[in-house]
């Protein structure tokens, strides 16, 4: 039972003092714990010269895994110390990243084991007003880490049948309308690609609507989000180990976090989010290759692969988006593997036709850390998906360029006046290892950028 007091340096300036040669290396520079009774003494030396503010938040999760694991319960450092060591950004900036850091850090999903562990260290930064930076940054971890929670749930406890139930309760006595359409709700609305997928389920598919329109000049915003509970691949199943597959509604985790972040600072803003919710099984009834699936905009579908299911339940979504008259739609999913091969595990792919919205979501991302990079969205590719039985197929003929072949068939069923941008978000779902602010597991990607993105149109 540990009190720490920590204290900031400049690692570049203190050439060799001891204390840094013999402390513990980190990627961003050295800390080194000194016991000097009643307390203990933290010292961080930064190499400070290539810092951005992701590697603020980075720090403080780092410093945060450091303490917790010697048994520190509280720790307290002065403001004007870390001020002093970045004084290259204000202190709503700097302080805001930091707490975000630390609170995102001392996320654990561990409800459903035996022995439970409290990990949480109790934090004061004295001498400066931080209150508001401190209330920030856990309205934006209570949302991030809400959108962990949904990924890391097993599927016999996140599924079909009970993902409304963890979405009512995250939004009561919030300003956010939940509507829940059923089996026969999606029959009516034409919802035809969510009930072929879902067909081979034991769990009846549902569509949750999410409506936030506390300003309703501001443009209205629609988020999609994937909500495949379990995906075998289908009757064209996955090999191998594929339990990582609880996470395949990533998106839509990450469009609930943000719904929640939105309503957390009661943010005047007019969005909707729209979630096909469904699990991808073999049975009896499943969905099969070379079916042909009727879309509401009259465009129809031949089903090549019953594991490019994603993009099918997103085409019912993005066509319902723009009956609601969305003027921007941003849909997110683990929607391919391919987008790990261009970008590895730490930035998402974006592809839209809109160029400027592409690189505003680039800009956020870069600023808040959910990092998302552009990839191509080629018009010439389209000719893949042409099928001699229906007007398109939902895989194309190449082996090549998967993530940009998902995008260009989701692109079939956008209005040329809609904006729209499509986020692959596959190799950013889950950290898969301990790493800054992440601990493993369930990454909370998309939260931030799909709030941050709304916040900042609504005030344009």
């Not at 809400?146 to 079909?160: M, V």
């Not at 049948?161 to 009561?172: E, G, P, R, W």
Request: glycine letters at 8%.
């Amino acid at each position: 039972m540990e009190e720490a007091f920590i204290q900031w340096v400049n690692a570049e300036n203190k050439g060799g003092d001891h204390l840094f040669k013999q402390g513990d290396a980190f990627q961003y520079g050295v800390m080194t714990l000194v016991h000097e009774r009643p307390n203990l003494f933290l010292y961080v030396g930064m190499e400070k010269s290539l810092l951005t503010i992701e590697d603020i938040r980075n720090i403080a999760g780092e410093v945060n895994k450091f303490l917790r694991g010697r048994g520190v319960i509280q720790a307290s450092f002065l403001a004007e110390d870390l001020s002093r060591v970045c004084p290259e950004w204000s202190m709503s900036v700097l302080f805001s990243a930091f707490y975000e850091g630390w609170f995102l850090s001392q996320y654990q999903f561990n409800k459903y084991k035996s022995k439970k562990t409290n990990t949480s260290i109790q934090l004061t930064i004295e001498g400066e007003p931080t209150e508001e930076y401190k209330r920030l940054a856990l309205h934006r971890s209570e949302a991030v880490n809400a959108a962990r929670d949904l990924c890391n749930e097993p599927p016999n406890a996140l599924n079909p049948d009970t993902y409304d139930s963890h979405v009512k309760a995250l939004f009561n006595d919030t300003s956010v309308n939940v509507t829940i359409y059923e089996k026969e709700d999606l029959k009516d609305l034409q919802l035809n690609g969510i009930l072929a997928v879902a067909r081979g389920s034991a769990h009846a598919p549902k569509f949750i609507q999410l409506s936030y329109r506390t300003l309703e000049t501001a443009p209205h915003i629609a988020l999609v989000g994937k909500g495949v509970t379990f995906d075998t691949g289908g009757i064209n199943a996955k090999t191998g180990d594929f339990t990582d597959m609880k996470m395949d509604m990533g998106g839509s985790a990450a469009v609930i976090g943000a719904m929640k972040l939105l309503s957390n600072v009661k943010a005047k803003v007019n969005v909707t989010a729209l979630i096909p919710v469904v699990d991808n099984v073999p049975d009896a009834s499943a969905l099969l290759p070379s079916e042909i699936i009727q879309y509401k905009n009259g465009v129809s579908v031949q089903v090549a692969n019953t594991d490019a299911e994603g993009r099918l339940i997103l085409a019912d979504a993005l066509l319902f988006a723009q009956e609601l008259g969305a003027e921007i739609i941003l849909d997110i999913a683990t929607l391919t593997g391919s987008i790990g091969h261009a970008l590895g595990l730490k930035v998402a792919g974006v592809m839209s036709d809109d160029e400027a919205l592409s690189e505003r979501l680039k800009r956020i991302g870069t600023e808040n850390g959910d990092l998302i990079w552009p990839l191509p969205l080629i018009k010439e590719y389209d000719e893949e998906l042409n099928n001699p039985y229906a007007d398109i197929a939902n895989v194309g003929k190449s082996p090549y360029g998967g993530a940009i072949m998902a995008a260009v068939f989701l692109n079939r069923f956008i209005q040329r006046t809609t904006r729209w941008a499509h986020i692959d978000m596959a190799n950013t779902v889950q950290a898969y290892k301990d790493f800054g602010y992440y601990p493993p597991g369930a990454s909370g990607y998309g939260v931030r950028l799909l709030a941050d993105f709304v916040l900042g149109e609504s005030l344009i």
